[in-house]
């Protein structure tokens, strides 16, 4: 109990976690039944058959995302629904089909996918030689950095020119400006600028000799074996040498790698040890806690998971996930009871501080978790003023403390879906408002309801005069036009798969609702195509310089990006408008919003009054 109730501690925290944690911990299967194969897409993920299955993170919509390697596809299982199914390759190796249909490319020996920031699925891939991408708003694949040939040349010129090596992981910079590559056999960390497409060595010479602790980030300081690459909330990366058996973080501003676990041997102990007399043995893969105390490491060839605990005075290596005994299971409450074939990958959910592994010869997704007891304040814990206006149900959630000037985000439609954003904000003393405006689609009757509950909600309530919209689904058409009659009301919009072209939706997708909106701006059939929405009057967003900022599905075929809020980026990008942008690669119309919405309230609390 003491080593279960040592590793829940490990797991941290991000904003708006409680910080009740059950002293239980637990290992279970989330994908994979342990025979070699690929099928299971449809059904429930652990009945699946995987190959080999590596690199695993925690997708921007909360859903599990990996490497199935050796079938050579990305696969994603639901949170909701635990139904796997594959996102990008057709299952045949090879390396074809940029600029095309993500399920008609094919790839080699994914090893690592990551999200960029701003939604882009990005991979690597190790026997094409190759980082690839799946490019969130056209939903097509491109190559970002390599030819399909092994090799090293390129520095200075365009990354797709350029040659690598056997590349194995991959991790944006804090800015999201550089994509940094484990160029294994070429013993160097390539970096990428996004912009230009430039690529260059940001460290490592080639040659397979000892990293001197302190030493700085160069083209002439020796790597030997730079495998796997994560970055902390500081900035700083945190890199492990396969041949090396060590692990340094990289601290970004000094520029210096300073040896922090490892000895250099290969070995493996369970008891813990401090973290520079410890042996490892071929880590493969690294992940950051979200409270950058605890980096995690697939220790390969030892079939463990070991942790560094960087939450004492002297860093101890500890044992976190298999006996050092090569096999297969069993899940259950003890995750040091439970052996593992040789794991790669690592993922930690932002969230919660589960543990993902990619256990990669038992070709299984596993989880270490303790989160049945850890989770965010929920909205309907908090207060919440109910009352009515012209017969409209209204609804004000109460922050515990409320923050100065009283801010508020203004849900449009859906109360209660998807509440992320609002319970995060909630617990940071923002207040969240409602109206009912159902079936009115940004109609005149819904944007005079809009008018009561504004005055409601500011003299009778004492919010503030500037609420931060928000708008999910058709959501977007009351949030969009409130805004557009009323900028000096508002301090910024917030649409997540917004409706803001009601022939986009909901003309021939769905009857009964379009019929309602048709009623509730007043058209027939025959002059709907007259009909003129947000879209056509953005300059007056524009010209007031209200903030905007767009969450969306890349592959939402209900309510298409790119014929909806896509217009929008698009317009506020040539005029200047201040428009922050996610579109989730891969993703549909649901789920709305972010698992991790730290994006989203950065965004609230910078604009917010």
Excluded at 28 to 56: C, E, I, M, R, W
Aim: proline share 6%.
């Amino acid at each position: 109990m003491i080593r279960i109730l040592h590793f829940c501690l490990l797991l941290g925290f991000t904003l708006g976690i409680s910080p009740e944690v059950s002293a239980e911990t637990h290992i279970k299967t989330v994908a994979g039944n342990g025979t070699a194969g690929y099928s299971g897409d449809g059904k429930n993920g652990d009945a699946a058959t995987l190959d080999n299955p590596f690199g695993v993170i925690v997708g921007l919509d909360g859903d599990i995302i990996f490497c199935d390697t050796m079938n050579h596809v990305i696969r994603r299982v639901s949170r909701k629904s635990g139904v796997i199914e594959t996102i990008v390759g057709t299952g045949d190796v090879g390396y074809e089909g940029d600029g095309g249909d993500p399920l008609k490319a094919k790839l080699n020996e994914p090893y690592e996918v990551r999200f960029h920031p701003d939604g882009d699925l990005y991979w690597v891939e190790r026997m094409s030689h190759t980082v690839r991408k799946l490019d969130s708003r056209t939903n097509v694949v491109a190559t970002v950095a390599g030819i399909g040939g092994p090799g090293f040349s390129g520095d200075s010129g365009p990354a797709n020119l350029a040659m690598l090596d056997m590349p194995h992981s991959i991790q944006f910079d804090a800015s999201g400006d550089f994509l940094l590559i484990c160029d294994i056999k070429n013993h160097r960390i390539r970096r990428v600028e996004l912009a230009s497409g430039v690529i260059s060595t940001w460290c490592g010479n080639g040659k397979k000799a000892k990293t001197k602790d302190g030493a700085k980030v160069s083209s002439t300081t020796p790597l030997n074996g730079p495998r796997a690459l994560d970055r902390d909330s500081h900035g700083d990366f945190w890199l492990a040498l396969r041949e090396g058996n060590q692990v340094y973080r990289i601290d970004v501003e000094e520029e210096k790698l300073y040896h922090v676990a490892g000895t250099g041997k290969k070995g493996f102990h369970a008891e813990g040890q401090p973290a520079a007399e410890a042996l490892l043995s071929g880590p493969k893969g690294v992940a950051v806690s979200p409270d950058g105390k605890s980096i995690y490491l697939a220790d390969t060839e030892s079939h463990s998971i070991r942790v560094i605990d960087l939450s004492e005075e002297v860093p101890f290596v500890k044992l976190v996930g298999g006996t050092g005994s090569k096999g297969d299971g069993p899940d259950g409450p003890d995750p040091l009871l439970c052996q593992m074939n040789r794991p790669h990958g690592l993922g930690v959910d932002p969230i919660n501080g589960d543990l993902y592994v990619g256990d990669s010869e038992a070709h299984k997704i596993r989880v270490i978790s303790n989160s049945e007891n850890v989770s965010r304040k929920k909205l309907s814990s908090y207060e919440v003023v109910e009352f009515e206006l012209g017969g409209r149900s209204c609804r004000i959630a109460k922050p515990i403390k409320a923050a100065p000037g009283k801010p508020w985000i203004w849900r449009c439609r859906f109360w209660g879906a998807f509440p992320s954003v609002d319970e995060v904000l909630l617990a940071e003393g923002w207040h969240v408002g409602y109206v009912d405006v159902a079936n009115e689609f940004g109609g005149p009757e819904a944007i005079a309801a809009f008018e009561k509950f504004y005055d409601a909600a500011v003299s009778r309530y004492g919010l503030s005069k500037k609420p931060i919209m928000e708008g999910f689904s058709r959501g977007g058409l009351p949030a969009t036009n409130w805004s557009i009659l009323h900028p000096e009301r508002v301090s910024g919009i917030y649409l997540d798969s917004a409706v803001l072209d009601i022939h986009s939706w909901p003309k021939g997708k769905a009857d009964a609702a379009w019929a309602k909106c048709l009623k509730a701006h007043q058209l027939t059939e025959s002059n709907a195509d007259a009909w003129e929405g947000p879209l056509s009057s953005l300059s007056r967003l524009i010209e007031a310089r209200i903030p905007v900022m767009l969450v969306a599905g890349g592959a939402d075929e209900v309510v298409p990006f790119q014929e909806n809020t896509g217009i929008m980026e698009r317009e506020f990008a040539e005029s200047g408008g201040d428009i922050t942008v996610i579109v989730k690669a891969a993703s549909g119309h649901h789920p709305h919003s972010l698992h991790d919405p730290t994006p989203v309230v950065k965004w609230a609390k910078r604009v917010g009054h």
